[in-house]
């Protein structure tokens, strides 16, 4: 296993303990995205992972069509779902969505909040202004912590890069 894949495993590992022991000793002051602060170690370990190119685009393209169909469903009911109070998520529940969102945004190079918002969305934990907020910050953290995988495990840039 490269040494920066089982850094970023500790990494997630570490953040996973301390994210179960600060859950133990809150009561109900839970931060309501607590998965979110797992997502960008999971990302960095997507981002080592390349898929084959014959696999890349049709797992790419099933996700970003699910994420739309699962946004168009979420943008209609959304005055209906903004005027609801959040629901408070389950924090394992919480966390394991986004270990996967992360790593599943690192494995595709897909920033990760167009998985995060239609979810949290739908299962009522935000408004819609929150998710767009969430999500944006998810996006930075996980498209650089994926971008650092990538790097730590391509032998060298591509010869194009400069034209692009």
């Known amino acids: 296993m490269n040494a920066s894949i089982f850094a970023a ?3 997630a590992l570490a953040l996973l303990l301390g ?27 997507g981002g080592a992972v390349h898929l084959p190119s014959t696999w890349y685009q049709p797992v790419v ?4 069509l699910l994420a739309a169909f699962q946004m168009l469903r979420s943008a209609k009911s959304a005055p209906a779902l903004d005027a609801k109070a959040p629901r408070q998520p389950p924090f394992l529940f ?13 494995v595709t190079g897909v920033g990760g909040g167009i998985f995060l918002a239609p979810l949290v969305l739908t299962l009522g934990w935000v408004h819609t202004r929150q998710a767009s907020a969430v999500s944006a910050a998810f996006n930075l953290l996980n498209s650089s912590a994926a971008l650092a995988g990538a790097w730590a495990t391509t032998p060298a840039l591509p010869s194009m890069l400069p034209v692009w």
């Open 19 to 45: 994210a179960c022991s600060t859950q133990a000793s809150q009561s109900d002051d839970t931060p309501p995205l607590a998965g979110a602060r797992i997502g960008a170690p999971f990302s960095l370990i």
């Open 61 to 64: 393209g099933s996700l970003l």
């Open 94 to 106: 919480s966390l394991l969505t986004g270990g996967v969102i992360g790593l599943v945004s690192g």
């Open 9 to 11: 495993a500790t990494a």
